[in-house]
């Protein structure tokens, strides 16, 4: 008969579970208001959590901020990486599907998650040293990773007529519109245009052809 959990595991297991909560409200709070106009208090209250145990569970507001953003890219390379592959210690046999499927994911999950482009968004609008942090914690290695991908996608035939640059802009760009600003876009395109799959599907059609 397996013994019951210890009590030294069971708060690891709760503390892992708060400062997940904590992230996933502070991402909320991060893209509804900014850094300057996020509430810490706020994000407490939604998290179900004391304002203090912020600091014990990530630090100051700006390591909260950090540790959101983390989050949050690393929850979108997890479905990246599962998109382009099921079995990472193989080669992918045929880069243009696995492409269209990175994309189709990655539409996906911004429509479900709008949080990080949003955050970005806001934080591209001024020079500041979170923007750096970004720059070169996040946004260039993801640029690097998407280089090499995209150089098996043009050796296959496909995208000869965008750059890698290109690419990453058009996902990092339009790939949240219909649902970053749904309240333009579902009256003006209609809400059948506007849908995850229908976006992914144009999304392909212009990168990939």
Not at 25 to 37: K, L, N, P
Not at 68 to 84: G, K, Y
Not at 88 to 98: G, I, M, T
Request: hydrophobic fraction near 45%; aromatic fraction near 6%.
């Amino acid at each position: 008969m397996p013994s019951p959990p210890s009590s030294s595991r069971k708060s690891r297991s709760s503390s892992l579970e708060v400062r997940e909560r904590l992230l996933k409200e502070a991402a909320v709070e991060f893209a509804s208001h900014g850094f300057e106009g996020a509430s810490t208090r706020r994000i407490a209250e939604q998290a179900g959590i004391f304002q203090a145990q912020i600091g014990y569970h990530v630090g100051s507001k700006d390591d909260l901020w950090r540790a959101t953003v983390d989050f949050l890219f690393a929850r979108l390379r997890e479905q990246l990486d599962n998109a382009i592959t099921s079995h990472p210690d193989e080669p992918v046999s045929d880069p243009v599907a696995a492409f269209a499927n990175v994309i189709r994911h990655h539409v996906r999950h911004t429509a479900k998650h709008p949080e990080l482009s949003r955050i970005m968004l806001m934080e591209a609008s001024q020079k500041s040293d979170r923007v750096a942090w970004l720059l070169k914690n996040h946004v260039r290695p993801t640029l690097a990773a998407l280089e090499l991908v995209w150089s098996d996608v043009q050796a296959a035939g496909k995208g000869l007529h965008l750059e890698a640059g290109d690419v990453f802009m058009m996902m990092i760009g339009l790939s949240p519109m219909p649902f970053a600003q749904a309240g333009i876009m579902r009256p003006l395109l209609g809400a059948s245009r506007c849908t995850p799959e229908s976006h992914a599907d144009m999304m392909i059609r212009w990168i990939l052809q």
